[in-house]
């Protein structure tokens, strides 16, 4: 069965505290969800603001080649007639094909919020509905906060949607906005609508609050809802909305229902980052099917499975989302991850005493402060220096760091680092910014002549993290090192009672990965 997808993410999922998306924003948003072959994108409230006023000005730009563009409005006010009203104006005026108009169903809100009578109510969304149905639009009813509305007068929130229907909704969608309604509720409730209004095309909008968004939108589908609601990543107000990162691999590949053209389904992982990198969030890699943590195995007893029968611990292939399994090494690991690892690396390991003798050095070093679980060039090193024949490409032997202060300089570092290439040592000085800085500088200093290619090296990322705040600025100090060339980039870590050593130790391990091309 077909299940019409309808995002949210450019209007609902905007409401999320810390997301601000500016016009270009949007678009390649847009742009993005089109690509995925996204039923219906909601661009904003048209009235409401100059940025979405502007979205539908420029909604011309887009290539669009399947979604079609919706504006977001009220139902005309009590006491209004919708040709007069300017919500409905904006609407028109926003020139999209589709129009979604919200309306009160629960008495509360229709009685205390707007301040009217219920029949007076029951007018504006029909007569609503209707003008913008004869204005040649196509038109999808949110009744708000339905669910709680229901379970508050069924009689009377059942005639709201009775009233959207009488005015040619092509689709009433039932909305948990208050995010409260548990799976059970929404499904007989959901059930109890398809069986008052059987010919009404029925849709799901829920929050997740109760952290049921995804379920209840699921169960809805399975009560007869054919339109499903959401945002990219479940971005939204308080808690968010229900996540069609989730939402949608669910219906296809469990229920075997069709949301996406065949194909697209793949390029769901490419699209969750995609909006978190325009809304300047943080990938979350722990969500379902589209975290860098959604296959990730850890577990030593997980991935010797997983290394017998890849289906052992994952509930579904990754890459029908378009994402990948991964193996994590830590304290936790046994040899299957080494395995498993070396494999990814494409390095061969036939000794078992050798990778044995690795994770004994992997849980000493986890015991003394380092992480290897984002670090996985240091893990790559470690397999890579038990091969046989295997030379470093450089030798550390000395290094030192100083910072100083002195009068009409300021602040800055001095390092000297001695090191041996071949037969050759090498012993250069540097000043730096930081101590750090002054001896990677130092470092390259030594090694570029030598191997040129190390120009193209650039410092990604630098984390410092104290693992333990009791013994105050004697604690272990971890780094984590990002690195990258144009090409690639990568993750070493060091760690010490000392920053300058668990830099150094991350720094040396980056330049080493990078120069041994692994």
């Not at 004869?134 to 009744?143: F, L, M, P, S, W």
């Not at 009775?162 to 509720?185: Q, W, Y």
């Not at 691999?249 to 390029?267: A, D, R, S, Y």
Request: charged content about 25%; hydrophobic content about 35%; some cysteine.
């Amino acid at each position: 069965m077909k299940i019409f997808t309808y995002d949210t993410t450019l209007r609902d999922g905007t409401q999320r505290e810390g997301i601000s998306l500016s016009c270009n924003d949007k678009l390649r948003i847009a742009q993005k969800l089109d690509d995925i072959a996204i039923d219906y994108i909601e661009g904003g409230w048209p009235g409401s603001n100059p940025k979405d006023v502007e979205f539908f000005d420029r909604m011309d730009e887009l290539d669009l080649k399947h979604a079609k563009i919706a504006s977001f409005g009220s139902t005309c006010r009590a006491g209004s007639d919708p040709k007069d009203d300017p919500n409905i104006k904006a609407l028109l005026d926003s020139n999209t094909p589709v129009c979604t108009v919200v309306g009160k169903t629960w008495t509360l809100h229709v009685t205390d919020v707007l301040q009217t009578t219920l029949e007076e109510n029951l007018r504006i969304i029909q007569e609503s509905v209707r003008y913008l149905v004869d204005q040649g639009r196509e038109v999808i009813y949110d009744a708000e906060h339905f669910f709680d509305g229901y379970k508050a007068d069924q009689l009377y929130s059942l005639k709201t949607l009775k009233a959207a229907v009488d005015g040619g909704a092509d689709v009433v969608v039932l909305c948990d906005t208050n995010g409260g309604s548990l799976p059970h509720e929404v499904s007989e409730i959901i059930a109890k609508i398809k069986n008052e209004i059987p010919d009404a095309n029925i849709g799901v909008h829920t929050h997740n609050d109760g952290e049921c968004a995804v379920a209840n939108t699921l169960v809805g589908v399975q009560s007869g809802a054919m339109h499903v609601q959401g945002t990219i990543n479940g971005y939204g107000e308080r808690c968010g909305n229900a996540n069609l990162c989730s939402i949608i691999p669910n219906l296809e590949i469990k229920f075997g229902h069709t949301c996406l053209p065949k194909g697209n389904l793949e390029q769901l992982f490419e699209l969750s980052h995609f909006v978190a990198e325009i809304a300047n969030l943080a990938p979350d890699d722990h969500i379902a099917y589209v975290g860098n943590s959604a296959f990730a195995h850890k577990g030593g007893i997980h991935v010797a499975a997983m290394r017998r029968n890849i289906h052992s611990y994952q509930h579904i292939d990754p890459e029908l989302v378009g994402n990948q399994m991964r193996t994590v090494v830590s304290e936790l690991s046994g040899r299957g991850n080494l395995f498993s690892k070396a494999d990814e690396f494409d390095i061969s390991i036939e000794n078992n005493e050798d990778l044995s003798e690795i994770l004994e050095q992997i849980k000493t070093l986890e015991s003394r402060g380092f992480s290897f679980e984002s670090a996985e060039a240091s893990i790559a090193l470690m397999l890579h220096r038990k091969k046989d024949g295997y030379e470093a490409p450089f030798e550390l032997i000395d290094f030192s760091a100083t910072v100083e202060n002195r009068e009409g300089r300021g602040v800055f570092a001095e390092a000297m680092v001695k090191i041996r290439v071949n037969d050759e040592v090498i012993h250069t000085i540097a000043e730096g910014n930081g101590p750090v800085n002054a001896l990677d500088s130092a470092l390259r200093k030594g090694l570029i002549p030598i191997y040129p290619r190390l120009e193209e090296f650039q410092l990604a990322d630098y984390k410092v993290r104290i693992i333990d705040g009791s013994n105050g600025t004697a604690s272990i100090t971890r780094v984590l090192i990002d690195t990258q060339n144009g090409h690639k980039r990568w993750s070493t870590v060091g760690a010490s009672p000392n920053i300058i050593e668990a830099s150094w130790l991350a720094l040396v391990d980056s330049m080493e990965y990078g120069l041994s091309n692994l």
